[in-house]
């Protein structure tokens, strides 16, 4: 039999290789779509629920120059830049060590 043969249960032409592909690639395109809309809306969430967290924590009142300086920081508190590998945050150091150095200096 060759794949131009009718099916016998639908009674219709059996589908081409190309057209199969075709098929395949118009499904992927819309599930991509989906997929980016997904993204989309959960980003939107996401702003939302960050904005009322700075506001709950009157952060807006913030100004934005100290907002830039202090954005390096937050970046890698948070483990955002997308550059680097993710690690874990490095827990700070604690007081003995920085009263140490300290009471030298003196």
């Given at each position: ?20 592909i075709?098929?395949?690639r ?15 809306k959960?980003r ?13 924590e009157?952060l ?6 100290l907002?830039?300086e202090a954005m ?5 508190l948070?483990?955002v830049d ?22 030298a200096?003196?």
């Amino acid at each position: 039999m060759s794949s131009e043969t009718t099916n016998p249960k639908s009674g219709r032409k059996a589908k081409t290789l190309d057209e199969e592909i075709a098929a395949q690639r118009e499904k992927l395109r819309k599930l991509e779509e989906r997929q980016r809309e997904q993204q989309r809306k959960e980003r939107e969430r996401n702003q939302k629920a960050v904005m009322e967290l700075i506001k709950t924590e009157r952060l807006d009142a913030v100004p934005s120059d100290l907002w830039r300086e202090a954005m390096p920081k937050i970046k890698a508190l948070l483990v955002v830049d997308a550059a680097k590998p993710v690690e874990p945050a490095k827990p700070v150091q604690t007081a003995p060590d920085g009263a140490a150095t300290a009471e030298a200096s003196q």
